[in-house]
């Protein structure tokens, strides 16, 4: 198994592991709740590096065409793909960043497939002939995100990185350590990955522990970022995405690049675009606010199931559960109350469900 | 399905329609109404709009509909749910003060 440079670090921060797909991973520190609250109200700083990451230089671009499904050759210069790679019968296996670095193309994926089984799929597609270089043992990630997560990044590289777009890269010195900042995050607060080389890892994530301390920063796992991906209705591999499998029922079809180059797994998804949805995953929570709400619980009307719940947690921002169900079509809309298990009423809902609080602050005024 | 469900979801997906429409061709989005799920975000992260992207959306809104937004309501530009929200309600409004 595959774990992470600054284990030892984590495990003294108090760090409960787990394991995903083969990488070990940082499942909490002091409780996800407390987690969540510290990433929605000051900052967390999470080790991402159980994601696979690779670079490929820019003319060996072809790789990354053939295995992501967004539009690769389009990715400006410092910027970020958001974008998603499928088996050949166009079912989910990565969620993806690619960015634009310069020379380089670098990309990170959290997975659904394990190290070796992404490297075969890469392998198949010419990847070290097209001079692709695995990242995932000579570098960490760090993923600070949360309301003050800007005032922590701007007291460690200066005002300028205030003005890094969302989805952007830049190049920092930290320390005399070269980082690469990505504004990214999928918590719906600020939120920023820094790419760090493998030996300063550890000085590195002290640094900015140290620099968010008077910000209020915190370590969290893996478990509060599920809770935040999906109150601030953030995809999630791990969950909804792993347990529909499908992207199109999932709603991602922005991911993906209809009309561009040919990718693995794009003829599946194609036919059944053309073939129409069946299902859908919508937005749910009990009409009562202490009401369960759990991962395959099944939802009614009038007595006849019409969906089931893929993903589900406590959501302490609207203090109360919440979760996305896939619905058959037609009754695939926000607004609606319908049958939970015993007798609990549910209701479908639009998400996200709140306004972040960092939507509200301007960082081009500060 | 009952009736009452089927009239609410008729009037929810009628606006959904509306919209969705309107972001295509307003935004010359390369996509089918179909391929736009209801919570896709709008901002940031999803279709990524921006700061002028925003006001044209926010421009068809107010056109399609006859409802105002004011400057400070960025809110409900979250995700196609939302703004339908915010539209279905103010409707509501509207054809309550008539009756």
């Known amino acids: ?366 | 399905m009952d009736l009452e469900l089927e009239k609410t979801i008729e009037a929810r997906a009628a606006v959904l329609r509306t919209i969705k429409e309107d972001l295509i061709t307003r935004l010359n989005l390369a996509y089918e109404p179909d391929d736009l799920h209801e919570d896709i975000s709008l901002l940031g992260s999803g279709l990524g709009l921006d700061s002028l992207d925003a006001l044209e959306v926010i421009l068809g809104i107010e056109h399609s509909f006859g409802v105002k937004i004011a400057d400070d309501n960025i809110g409900i530009l979250r995700s196609i749910n939302t703004i339908a929200d915010y539209v279905m309600a103010e409707k509501g409004k509207n054809e309550e003060v008539q009756s």
């Open chain 1, 1 to 366: 198994m595959r774990v992470s440079p600054i284990r030892k670090l984590l495990a003294d921060r108090g760090a409960v592991f787990g394991e995903r797909a083969g990488v070990e991973i940082p499942l909490r520190f002091s409780g996800a709740d407390k987690e969540y609250s510290a990433v929605r109200d000051a900052a967390g700083l999470c080790d991402f590096s159980f994601m696979t990451r690779c670079r490929v230089p820019e003319d060996g671009l072809d790789v990354l065409e053939q295995y992501a499904c967004g539009s690769v050759a389009n990715i400006r210069f410092g910027r970020v793909l958001h974008t998603m790679a499928v088996n050949d019968d166009g079912m989910l296996e990565s969620d993806v960043y690619i960015a634009n670095d310069d020379e380089n193309l670098i990309m990170l994926c959290e997975s659904l497939i394990d190290d070796e089984a992404a490297t075969a799929v890469l392998e198949g597609m010419g990847a070290s002939k097209e001079g692709l270089e695995d990242m995932s043992e000579s570098t960490a990630v760090f993923g600070l995100d949360g309301l003050n997560a800007w005032a922590i990044a701007r007291d460690l590289f200066g005002t300028d990185v205030l003005g890094l777009p969302y989805l952007s890269i830049e190049n920092y010195e930290l320390d005399d350590v070269e980082i690469k900042l990505i504004r990214g995050g999928k918590t719906s607060e600020f939120g920023y990955l820094f790419i760090v080389p493998v030996r300063q890892a550890a000085a590195i994530w002290e640094r900015i522990e140290k620099a968010g301390e008077p910000h209020g920063l915190v370590p969290v796992g893996t478990e509060a970022h599920s809770m935040l991906r999906l109150d601030g209705r953030f995809f999630n591999i791990y969950e909804e995405g792993a347990r529909v499998s499908d992207p199109l029922p999932l709603g991602l079809q922005w991911m993906i690049d209809f009309d561009g180059d040919d990718f693995r797994g794009k003829a599946a998804i194609l036919e059944r675009r053309t073939k129409g949805l069946e299902n859908k995953i919508i937005g749910v929570t009990p009409s009562d606010p202490g009401g369960v709400l759990e991962i395959g619980d099944e939802i009614a009307h009038r007595g006849e199931t019409v969906a089931k719940v893929v993903a589900a947690t406590y959501s302490p921002t609207l203090k109360k559960r919440i979760g996305l169900a896939l619905f058959e079509l037609p009754y695939a809309y926000s607004g609606l109350t319908l049958e939970g298990v015993d007798g609990l009423l549910i209701e479908t809902i639009s998400m996200p469900p709140f306004m972040p609080r960092s939507l509200g602050v301007k960082l081009d005024e500060m």
